[in-house]
């Protein structure tokens, strides 16, 4: 019987070496980062303040296995230009949470745009089978190189465009998930199934966009900016299912909206939600998107007040 264990041969980690130096030059990590003056490390903890919930400096020194020196001369520089705001945190007087003041994300947004913009012309030459066989690829090769603790941790999110059976799919999971967490009524389901067939109707390839979120081949959340006007964007739909929270999704797709109706020249955008959607408020707020309008109603077996909320772009 063969050791499974047995050294690595020369001959695989010549392969090993041949693939890093193919991939970092295909993606451009040899080149100054998106164009951009920070560094690629710089950029990678810029990405993880905007993706997660005020994490500590600790946490991400260890996530990004990171020298805490480096990278609190890192935050210190994120600091000095108004990027980042600590503050103490509840559980542990001797650490602070960290998150991006509306400047940072705003420095943020043009970074996640390129970013985006480069990923995507790399896989535009490719059919969709090819495509999908690549994000397998990648996801067998993280999970196989994660440390042996890691190896049950869920994998990273896919952000795809929408495929047959997907709009049907959005309409489900909010008849679904609101009825079972919020008690709404099949009032909601039947909103949401007219705004999905209202986008599928009036859809401009150039001003809206949809993104699905994909969980090892599993739909598990989906997003939509329309056009309410030559210069107003809109953000529609966001939802996430359960097992798909806690993972900076939401925060994900939102900051893919916002990406997306800055890149189209939108001046500002809007949505609409409601006061008991504590978690999406929260991810708006952290964006510097603002509550303009509150307003008590009767609607899907609930009293309930809405919201308007805008960020101008």
């Not at 420095?107 to 066989?133: G, I, M, N, V, Y």
């Not at 953000?235 to 806690?246: D, E, F, Y």
Request: hydrophobic share 40%; proline share 4%.
């Amino acid at each position: 019987m063969s050791n499974q264990n047995s050294l690595p041969s020369d001959q695989h980690v010549q392969a090993l070496r041949g693939f890093n130096r193919f991939y970092t030059r295909r993606i451009g990590v040899l080149n100054p980062y998106l164009g951009s003056e920070l560094s690629l490390t710089e950029v990678r903890v810029l990405y993880e303040l905007a993706h997660r919930d005020q994490p500590t400096a600790t946490e991400l020194a260890q996530d990004l296995a990171l020298d805490t020196g480096y990278l609190s001369r890192i935050l210190r520089r994120f600091e000095s230009r108004l990027w980042l705001e600590r503050v103490p945190s509840p559980a542990d007087a001797r650490q602070s949470l960290l998150a991006l003041t509306p400047a940072g994300q705003k420095a943020f947004a043009p970074l996640q745009k390129k970013s985006c913009d480069e990923a995507a012309d790399l896989l535009a030459p490719l059919a969709d089978s090819d495509r999908h066989q690549l994000i397998a690829a990648m996801d067998r090769v993280q999970r196989l190189l994660a440390p042996a603790g890691g190896r049950g941790k869920p994998p990273v999110a896919v952000l795809r465009d929408p495929l047959p059976g997907d709009m049907g799919w959005v309409v489900q999971q909010h008849g679904e998930i609101y009825a079972r967490e919020y008690g709404w009524n099949t009032e909601f389901e039947g909103l949401v199934a007219d705004i999905v067939a209202q986008y599928v109707r009036n859809y401009q390839a150039e001003w809206e966009r949809c993104w699905i979120a994909e969980l090892d081949g599993d739909r598990v959340g989906a997003v939509f900016v329309v056009r309410k006007s030559k210069t107003v964007a809109q953000l529609r739909m966001l939802i996430l299912a359960p097992k798909a929270r806690g993972l900076g999704l939401g925060a994900r797709l939102t900051d893919e909206c916002i990406a997306f109706a800055r890149s189209k020249g939108y001046k500002k955008m809007v949505l609409w939600t409601n006061s008991c959607l504590g978690v999406a408020r929260d991810i708006y707020a952290k964006r510097g998107i603002k509550l303009v309008k509150s307003e008590a109603y009767k609607g899907f077996g609930q009293s309930l007040v809405g919201e308007t909320w805008e960020l101008k772009l």
